[in-house]
Structures are given as C-alpha cells and as structure tokens.
C-alpha cells in the first residue's frame, strides 16, 4: 500500500534557526514528489515538485530535495510568515496505468519572532 | 489569471440535508479532482475527472456523494443525506493533464459543518 509520512508533526522554530521536514514514501512507481503550502482557512499552495532522486529546487528560504526514499523540505534562517503546514504528496501509478496523488499528513510549522 | 475557484466557502447543514459544492477550474486545465481533508489530515481523493469522464472515484462513497462535470469544465459534488461524519473541508483542484507529473493547484475549499 502506498504510504506518505511526514515529521515531525508539529515544529515550532525561533525566526532565524534553520531546519528540516522530512516526507519519507513508499509507493509503487514514484511519478513525481510535490511540496505545498498551507493556510489556515485555505486551500493548499504549490511549492515544488521533484521527479528523481539527487534533484533540488529552491525558493526564497526553502530547498527541496530527494532521495529514492525520501525528500527534505529545507528551511533557511525562517521567519514568521513561513509559518504554515507544510504537504507532501506523491504521484504514483495506479491500477489499469492511472495515477493518483497520495498526501501526507502534513507538518505544522510555527516560527516565533 | 484566476485560479479554482469554488463556492460556497462556508456550509451549516442538519443532518439528513442535501449539500452541494461547485468549482470552476482554471481555464485549459483538464484535469479536475474533488478531495476532502479532515482536520489536521491531509487531502484525501474523492475523485478525478479526465475532461467529463470520471477516470478514478474507487474513493467516492457512492451511496450518498455523486459528482458531475458537465462539459468538462465545471464540476460539482452533491451529498443526500449527509451525516455528522461529512463534517470537512472539501477541496476542489485542477491540473493540465494527468499521466505526467504536473502539479495540481487547489481552491480554496468549502468547509461543510453538519449539525
């Protein structure tokens, strides 16, 4: 069965201290790892997608990157209006060759100035 | 350019009612998909639609949720009844195609309250 799990699940940061989010997956045929962002209130915001292994994005303060089980979420000297919950979801194939995006849990990220 | 939009934002309901959630993807984008997302969960499907063709509801609980996508641009989800469990956000998204990895860009959701 396919499973996506973040961690931790609630971090909280002082503005400034840098730190990591993992997404570690298991599925069957990896089509894509995304990153996204979310609001309280809000529908969730693209922020990466990453397709193998040893590939990195970056934006502003955050740097995603991906192994063959794996991706870090990155965050560099944060500040509060990153606070947020960060989403991993991937894509994999699906029965009769479909694909379906499966999400994690999510990891709320706090950062206090 | 607009994104997905959808509508309405906010639903108070009684139990045994009728609901139903309407989005507008955006333009081009052929792909549709209906999630719901528990608190403090992340999104689950519901079901994916292909332009009009419902390519993936296997998540879709069919004896109350029904779904449409009329022409293959705008989409709704009806539920009759709904019950206290249905209680959730419901989010609509929308991407170019599926079959490739392109990204899926999220509405705002409406969060349905049954009471």
């Known amino acids: 069965e396919d499973q996506v799990t973040q961690s931790p699940e609630a971090l909280r940061l002082q503005e400034g201290e840098s730190s990591s989010l993992n997404c570690s997956y298991t599925?069957?045929?990896?089509?894509?790892l995304f990153w996204y962002r979310q609001d309280p209130g809000k529908g969730p915001e693209f922020l990466f997608t990453?397709?193998?292994a040893g590939e990195e994005k970056e934006k502003e303060r955050l740097k995603a990157t991906l192994t063959k089980k794996e991706s870090f979420l990155h965050i560099t000297a944060p500040k509060p209006e990153d606070s947020a919950t960060y989403l991993c979801?991937?894509?994999?194939?699906?029965?009769?060759?479909?694909?379906?995006?499966?999400f994690g849990k999510g990891m709320k990220l706090t950062v206090n100035p | 350019e607009a994104g997905v939009v959808q509508s309405p934002r906010y639903k108070i309901i009684e139990k045994k009612q009728p609901v139903a959630f309407w989005c507008n993807p955006i333009s081009g984008h052929n792909t549709l998909y209906w999630y719901l997302q528990n608190l403090g969960q992340g999104p689950e499907l519901l079901i994916r639609?292909?332009?009009?063709?419902?390519?993936?509801d296997s998540q879709l609980p069919k004896d109350r949720f029904s779904a449409e996508r009329l022409k293959g641009v705008d989409s709704t989800l009806k539920i009759q009844p709904a019950e206290l469990g249905d209680s959730a956000v419901y989010l609509c998204a929308s991407s170019l195609r599926s079959g490739e990895s392109t990204e899926a860009f999220f509405g705002q959701g409406t969060r349905l309250t049954v009471v």
């Open positions: 990453l397709y193998s």
């Open positions: 639609y292909e332009n009009e063709e419902a390519v993936d």
């Open positions: 979801a991937v894509r994999t194939r699906f029965r009769g060759g479909s694909e379906k995006l499966v």
């Open positions: 599925v069957s045929g990896l089509r894509g």
